[in-house]
């Protein structure tokens, strides 16, 4: 799920979104060349590491939700909307500078990741600092309504994550646990983006509300789908949480409900190397997942949420935004069925 | 240099302010007050871990800054202060979390460190959570002009922390680097809690640019007391520094003087300690700090920048806050002159 953008290097992901996404090229373009711009406002001392974070800014889903929720049709690009699709973007980007940190992540995208290139203090540091600017770029709209939005979902975001973290290595974790985990760490921040634009834009209070409803479950749905691509995506990708992620006892919905369906013995050996007791046994888990069918069930959570978004613009037909935001669902649809295994 | 409050456990520096700010003893007990309030807003699964952080505040000098700055006299508190000292108070409490991280302290005011008492991954996200409930606050003023000083203040003070830690270990600071650093990571937001107060308070432009100017000199003042106070202060905190923060190579004004004093066989014995390759030697040095007059040349630089604070409210005694701000100098002077070695 993808914005096309120069900086734009997960062609994996970026190629299923491209097509549907096209008629925001000219927007992303706006959007590099405003965020360039930016570091003027960053102490020249730090500057240098100010872009390299912006360099490395992956697949703009939050502008493009942004773009997409205030969306009159083609044609002049909205200042207010370039201005505040870069304010989540740079919040995102700080939160992946302190979430490297925290995984201990070397790579992302292609390039090393900011703590590795400066070390862990000067990353917390300028995780803190993008942050910041964020915030202050929120106040250069007329009123503290945008400024106030932002900080707010910030703060979700990290509530979310530090739940997350706190539920790190504990095999007690619910579906409940989950749900309201990525509620916050990841369908806040979709949910402000569609917010924004709509607000921005100028549409009334009920498509603003119905759009950021969308935005919350769409953002749901593709932390789902996230999760799923995890243990069903490419053998790259699945080799590396298997051995990490799992290790570090990340519960996932997928793992959550192979937990449920495994026999006890089965499910105390699971937990065993959730724990880090025993060794990890990847090759087994991944039968265990696709002959009970997790697989299905996981993509059957999606489609719920993908559902539950789509009804919440079911309405507004008649509104700009809602086709290419319902697109957005399609898109995210034909994401999950591409993951499918050849035999389920 | 404090103010007196129920959470102030820090009674070696608390005892010299305790005087002079008496009479914030309402503003610091409603400020704590608000501050508890403040919780409610956090989610309910994190709000324990934000009431630790708020809970081991310390000194509250710069909620102090923003009450005498927009002081009218005694009697009612005016709210709109009390909100903007828990805003620049959360802030630091922010950075405070994320300093401790990084300097991997497990003690701080007698009570274990966030990082300590949660891990270094909830205490990243923690002190962000703090940071974007600060700002958030920060935009329940009726324009963004708060929330954007605030911010930009923020993202200067990282920037000076992020100088700080590249120039750790290494040996070539100038003191025109230690004077910048300093500028943006400690005088920076007691330039804006003055700014903040006087602004509030409704004192016209001079004197807010007056005492914002004050603000900034009283804060580069404290910052090299403070350094001074390292290796001149209490035995135990000497010991610690010399023991820690030497090793660590981070060059303050005591040491950079000393450095520029040394013969160049000392000189090279003692880069060697900061670089980690000899051992360091606690003894030698305070003893050649304190016959290379190096404690003089210290008080001799907070002196100046008193001097400075002072010379910006020159013309403006007539103004309720000039007094009192002139006062906290007074104390800060007090201090510099109790830490004087019996032989110098």
Not at 160 to 179: C, F
Request: aromatic share 6%; hydrophobic share 45%.
């Amino acid at each position: 799920m993808s914005a096309p953008g120069p900086a734009d290097t997960d062609r994996s992901t970026a190629h299923a979104f491209s097509n549907g996404l096209a008629l925001l090229a000219p927007h992303m373009l706006e959007l590099d060349r405003f965020l360039h711009g930016q570091l003027a406002a960053f102490e020249p001392e730090i500057r240098a590491m100010a872009d390299y974070c912006i360099d490395t800014s992956g697949k703009r889903i939050r502008p493009a939700l942004v773009f997409l929720s205030g969306w009159r049709g083609p044609g002049q690009i909205s200042t207010d909307l370039v201005r505040v699709a870069a304010v989540v973007e740079l919040v995102h980007l700080a939160t992946l500078v302190h979430d490297d940190i925290m995984d201990r992540a070397e790579v992302r995208r292609n390039r090393r990741t900011a703590v590795r290139e400066y070390g862990a203090t000067a990353a917390v540091l300028l995780g803190d600092a993008l942050f910041a600017h964020a915030l202050n770029l929120a106040t250069q709209f007329p009123t503290t309504e945008i400024c106030s939005a932002v900080s707010e979902s910030t703060r979700r975001v990290c509530a979310g994550e530090i739940m997350q973290t706190l539920r790190r290595g504990s095999t007690n974790i619910t579906r409940a646990d989950y749900q309201r985990i990525i509620d916050l760490k990841t369908a806040e921040l979709f949910r402000v983006s569609c917010f924004l634009g709509a607000r921005l834009a100028g549409f009334g209070p009920d498509y603003v509300e119905a759009v950021s409803r969308f935005g919350r479950h769409l953002g749901i749905a593709y932390q789902i789908y996230d999760d799923l691509a995890d243990f069903f995506g490419e053998e790259k990708r699945v080799g590396k949480t298997l051995g990490t992620d799992l290790a570090s006892g990340k519960l996932t919905l997928p793992l959550l409900l192979l937990m449920e369906r495994l026999t006890p013995a089965e499910r105390d050996e699971l937990t065993a190397e959730i724990l880090g007791q025993h060794p990890v046994q990847s090759g087994l888990h991944l039968q265990q997942m696709r002959s009970l069918g997790i697989f299905g069930a996981v993509a059957e959570a999606v489609t719920i949420e993908i559902n539950t978004a789509t009804a919440a613009l079911q309405e507004t037909a008649e509104e700009a935004p809602t086709p290419l935001l319902l697109g957005l669902c399609d898109v995210l649809r034909g994401q999950v069925l591409a993951l499918q295994p050849a035999v389920v």
